[in-house]
Structure formats: C-alpha cells, structure tokens
C-alpha cells in the first residue's frame, strides 16, 4: 500500500473547555513516502496534530476545530486503518493480556485472515525486538517493553500512515536504537508516510528527509531540510524550547554535594513485579542533598524498586527503613506509613503522570495533598501559584489535567509531588516530554532543592539528567527469579 498525502489548511483544535487552542492556523502539505520530524515547544500542540491525523480527536463533545485536515483527501477518521498511531503512552494502547493477541487485535479490526495475521504478528514482534512468547502476559512488561508492543502492534496493520508519539521516550539506548532500526525496516519495505514527535532531534535526524517546527502560537515555525533548519535556525528554534543538538540547555551549578545525614536506606532488598523478583540485595542509603540515580535497560526494575524505596510496593525481601530525621515518631518502615505520613516525607512521581491525575481541573490537582495536609487557603494558594509559574502551567491552571500535553501532565506530576514539600524525592523518568526550557526549569529546580538539603532517587534513561544532578548512580542488571 503507497504511502498516504497529508494536507492541512487553516486548520486548528481547542479541547472542550479550554480558552486556548491547542494548534491553530496550520497549513502544510506533506507527500507520499515523506518522513517528517514534527517539532516544537512543550504545549505547542504536536500530539494534537498526531492525533487529528490518526482520526481519534473525537466529536463535538470533545473539542471544536476550524479549516480542513485530510488524509488522502479525505477525513481521517474516514480513513479506517490507513493510519497507524503509537501514543507517548504506551499503557493506554496495550488492550488484551497475552502479547500475541494485542499485537493481533489491529489486523482482526481490519478483517485479516487468521493466518497472514499470525505472520503479521510474527514479523512485528522481530522487528521491534520484543522476543516474548505469544502467550506471555502484557501486565509484567515494562513501560518501554509497552512502548514496543504498541509498536508492534500498529505496524501489523501496515498502515500508509505511521504517527508516533514520543515513541522512544522510555526506552533504554539499545531500545531506542532497536526502534529506530524497525521503523527504517518499515518505511523501507512499504513506502508508508511517516510523522514522528520526538525530542531528541539527535535520534532521528538521520531517518528523516524534513522537520516541521510548530509555532507555540500556532502556525509552522520553520520547515525544511533536517541540517539546514537546526543549522541556519537552530538558535532561534533552541530559545522557543526545541531541542537543537547544536544548543543544548543550561545545567545547573550544584552548591552542595550531599550530606552524611541518612534518610532513607534499604537493607539486602528485593523487590518484585507481582510473582517476578527483579532485583535481589539491593544496599542503599539515601542522604540528605544527594541525588541517586538508578539506570539500566528496560525492565531491570527501576520503576519497581522507586516504589518499593517509597513505601507503595512490599519488599519481596529484605527491607526499606526511614531514619529518625525523617521518621519523626510514625515508625521505621514507609510501607506501613499512613498516606498522611507519606505526603511529608516521601513524594512520589510514577512513570505514566496519568496514574496521578484525580481531578478535573490542573490548580484542583495540586491542592488535594495540601487539602489533606489541611494547610491554610493562604498557604496553599501561595505554594500552587509558584509551582504553576516555575513550570509554565499557570495559563492551564483552569484546564482539565487529561487535556494536557504528555510534557504538562509530567511537570503537573512533579508539582503535586512538590506542593506537600517533602524531604525525600522518589521520580520515574521525571524529564520525560520536556522542551529544552523547561527541562532546564525542571532540572534547576531540583538542583535548589538538593542544596536545601532534599534527597532524590531517580529512574531515568536521561543521561544530561544523571550528569546534571546525579552523586552517584546505580546501573541495574537483570536478576529475575519466580517467586514461589
């Protein structure tokens, strides 16, 4: 199947409730078989264009748009199958609990035999790297081994379109790496039109023959060949928030290095994803102004040993202790804290900021820990307009959380972890989705904090981030075992 022509004229997107559209005035026309980089500022409504082109913005009920977007000439939800999306989520894509199956369930919409759809799966799964039996569960995958089912899954459908969304945000550098490969592998063999949001401008400037820059504003910012546009634009594009290899962000220059005072530390500790132990005697102390880092490929359990380190997940073994600064008189042992004890002591910020999200509205959602903690109107309104301005989310104060950019909803995440104002600091992936700026703000702002004493544990595949923050950093290697 060739490659699908993408046309947009005038076109723009406003949420349901939102003042501000999230992409406006937009003209541009993409050919058969082009690969198009799409570019731009946290906010400047990427995802939104993505997600119009794959047909699945919705009705009336969920936004209003304005001028013409088509797909081959025609409407793109009118065009069923003909384009392929991978979201910055990869949870909300994965459907059916055995990895054969939910790679399947696209080909069977699309009313593929039974056999070309088994092959189908077959091919998919070597492409992306994902070497799993058919039959194995999608609830023990990782965040970036979903991020390859759903992949997976969508280049199964073959599609004439493939949209991906951050699609290697959560990966490890040999995942990356496998991804990109797969995707070239595709586009080679079928010809299909490919647009690609991503940050890191580094990881696909050599697949892509174009880059389109939104405007913040609305509108096309710059739009061309790859080197001339991050080579003759890069600095104006680097200070809107594009990430331009050529203009990395500022780093922050740290004041203090870490204290000996202890906080938290674990003790011969293993901790598991349901039955599967993936990290055995873990030894860890972690001290006030010090910054760990845990990195590692996917699915070594990073994720899973921050939540254990935070009190949410039971050790499979050994132990997770709070020292008495920390403790102050709630006992030793986060795990058996009341959530009340938690919110002072320990925050926590998941990998998928949507798993945090609880209310409808972005100032609501950072006012319930402080609403908890019954901290006075006074206070909490001071404490909510900073952590808006410091993480330009004070223009989307009144929206609602689950219409925000993949980058809002991580550093609205951040900011409920930092309204009840911890001392320790557990973060899955916390730069995930950031523009250059506000990766530098994000980054900035826990600088300060580990100055002022604060201890943060970290699981990142963002290695400017480990070099800009980290005192110390634990690689993790797969040790997996099947508990009894």
């Given at each position: 199947?060739p490659?699908?022509?993408i046309s947009?004229?005038?076109w723009?997107?406003r949420?349901?409730?939102r003042d501000d559209?999230a992409?406006?005035?937009l003209?541009?026309a993409?050919e058969?078989?082009e690969?198009?980089l799409?570019l731009?500022?946290?906010?400047?409504g990427?995802?939104?264009?993505?997600h119009?082109?794959?047909g699945v913005?919705?009705?009336?009920?969920?936004g209003e748009?304005t001028?013409?977007l088509?797909?081959d000439g025609?409407h793109?939800?009118?065009r069923?199958?003909?384009?392929?999306l991978?979201?910055?989520?990869?949870?909300?894509q994965?459907?059916l609990a055995?990895v054969?199956d939910?790679?399947?369930?696209?080909?069977?919409n699309l009313?593929?035999?039974?056999?070309?759809?088994?092959r189908?799966?077959?091919?998919?799964?070597?492409?992306?790297?994902?070497?799993?039996p058919?039959?194995?569960?999608?609830e023990?995958?990782?965040?970036g081994?979903?991020?390859?089912?759903?992949?997976?899954?969508?280049?199964?459908m073959?599609p004439?379109?493939l949209?991906?969304?951050?699609p290697t945000a959560?990966l490890d550098p040999?995942g990356?790496r496998?991804?990109v490969?797969a995707?070239r592998?595709?586009l080679d063999e079928?010809?299909?039109?490919?647009v690609?949001?991503?940050?890191?401008?580094?990881?696909?400037?050599?697949?892509v023959?174009?880059?389109?820059?939104l405007?913040?504003?609305?509108?096309?910012l710059?739009?061309g060949d790859?080197?001339?546009v991050?080579?003759?634009e890069?600095?104006?594009?680097?200070?809107?928030?594009?990430?331009?290899p050529?203009?990395?962000?500022?780093?922050?220059?740290?004041r203090e290095?870490?204290?000996d005072?202890?906080?938290?530390?674990?003790e011969?500790?293993?901790?598991a994803?349901?039955?599967?132990v993936v990290q055995?005697?873990?030894?860890?102390?972690v001290?006030a102004?010090?910054?760990?880092?845990?990195t590692g490929?996917n699915?070594?359990?990073?994720?899973?040993?921050v939540l254990?380190?935070?009190?949410l997940?039971?050790p499979?073994?050994?132990?997770?202790?709070?020292?008495?600064?920390l403790k102050?008189g709630?006992?030793?042992a986060p795990?058996?804290?009341r959530?009340r004890?938690?919110?002072?002591?320990i925050?926590?910020?998941?990998?998928?900021?949507?798993h945090?999200?609880?209310?409808?509205r972005?100032?609501d959602?950072l006012?319930?820990?402080?609403r908890?903690l019954?901290?006075g109107?006074?206070?909490q309104?001071?404490?909510i307009?900073?952590?808006?301005?410091?993480?330009?989310?004070?223009h989307?104060a009144d929206?609602?959380p689950f219409?925000?950019?993949?980058g809002e909803?991580?550093?609205?995440?951040?900011a409920t972890m930092?309204?009840?104002?911890?001392?320790?600091?557990m973060?899955?992936?916390?730069?995930?989705?950031?523009d250059?700026r506000t990766?530098?703000?994000?980054?900035?702002?826990?600088?300060?904090?580990?100055?002022?004493g604060?201890a943060i544990v970290m699981?990142?595949?963002d290695?400017r981030?480990?070099d800009?923050?980290?005192t110390?950093t634990?690689?993790l290697?797969p040790?997996?075992?099947?508990?009894?």
């Open positions: 199947m490659g699908a022509r947009a004229r005038g723009g997107w949420h349901a409730g559209w992409v406006r005035d003209d541009l993409i058969p078989g690969r198009v799409l731009g500022a946290s906010g400047a990427k995802s939104t264009v993505i119009g082109l794959a913005l919705g009705g009336d009920e969920e748009s001028g013409e088509t797909l025609d793109p939800a009118s069923r199958g003909r384009a392929g991978v979201l910055q989520d990869p949870d909300s994965v459907i055995r054969g939910d790679v399947a369930f696209g080909c069977e009313g593929v035999s039974r056999e070309e759809t088994w189908r799966v077959r091919d998919a799964l070597a492409i992306v790297g994902l070497d799993l058919l039959d194995h569960s999608t023990a995958l990782s965040g081994q979903k991020q390859r089912l759903a992949l997976a899954g969508v280049l199964a073959r004439g379109l949209l991906l969304d951050e959560n040999e990356v496998e991804v490969d995707t592998r595709v079928t010809g299909a039109t490919l690609v949001v991503e940050h890191r401008v580094e990881v696909w400037r050599e697949l023959d174009r880059v389109i820059v405007g913040a504003d609305g509108g096309v710059a739009d790859p080197a001339r991050l080579t003759d890069g600095e104006s594009l680097a200070a809107s928030g594009v990430w331009v050529s203009h990395p962000p500022r780093t922050p220059v740290r290095r870490g204290s005072e202890s906080l938290v530390s674990a011969r500790l293993s901790v994803r349901g039955k599967r055995q005697g873990v030894d860890l102390t001290g102004g010090q910054a760990i880092a845990l490929a699915g070594v359990g990073k994720s899973t040993l254990t380190l935070a009190g997940l039971a499979a073994a050994g132990r997770v202790l709070a020292h008495p600064v102050g709630v006992g030793d795990l058996r804290w959530s004890d938690l919110l002072t002591r925050g926590t910020v998941f990998q998928d900021p949507e945090q999200l609880l209310t409808g972005v100032r959602e006012a319930i820990g402080l908890a019954k901290v109107r006074a206070e309104e001071a404490r307009d900073e952590l808006l301005q410091r993480l330009r989310l004070a989307l929206a609602n219409t925000l950019s993949g909803k991580r550093r609205l995440s951040v930092l309204a009840t104002r911890p001392p320790v600091l973060l899955d992936e916390p730069t995930f989705g950031q250059s990766w530098e703000e994000l980054v900035a702002m826990l600088a300060s904090l580990l100055d002022d604060n699981a990142t595949h290695e981030l480990v800009a923050l980290a110390s634990l690689r290697q040790r997996a075992e099947v508990l009894a």
